[in-house]
């Protein structure tokens, strides 16, 4: 299966350690796993390493920030359509709010039919 991963930034953390687990656990089993990913300041892991190791790309769209910008959301909301349209995705899986909220919209408008989102951490914590 054809399966992007999105999460608004791979930062040393829970979310981009899980993001990154399943993305290589998903590739090892024969399933073509992308990581879309924002804005990084400080990687869970060098993503050229990880991309060589594990077998999944990782694509940074650099409009898809944390903060709430309409100009950069429609950006990024542009961007990632276009991605999930190119790349004709089985399963569209976000993670982290802003990815959540942009990605799963352009998976929709896209005719994704598989479309999930998981949480992570606590939105009054950190």
Request: one cysteine or more; glycine letters at 8%; aromatic letters at 8%.
């Amino acid at each position: 299966m054809r399966i992007l991963h999105i999460i608004t930034r791979l930062d040393r953390g829970g979310s981009a350690e899980a993001v990154m687990q399943i993305g290589e656990r998903l590739s090892r089993k024969g399933h073509e796993i992308k990581i879309i990913t924002g804005l990084t300041e400080d990687p869970q892991e060098d993503f050229e390493g990880y991309t060589k190791r594990a077998k999944v790309p990782i694509m940074v769209i650099p409009e898809l920030r944390r903060e709430v910008n309409p100009f950069l959301d429609l950006s990024a909301f542009c961007r990632l359509y276009r991605l999930i349209r190119k790349e004709n995705a089985e399963i569209v899986h976000t993670h982290t709010s802003k990815a959540g909220i942009l990605g799963r919209w352009a998976a929709w408008c896209c005719g994704v039919k598989v479309i999930i989102h998981s949480t992570h951490g606590h939105v009054f914590y950190g």
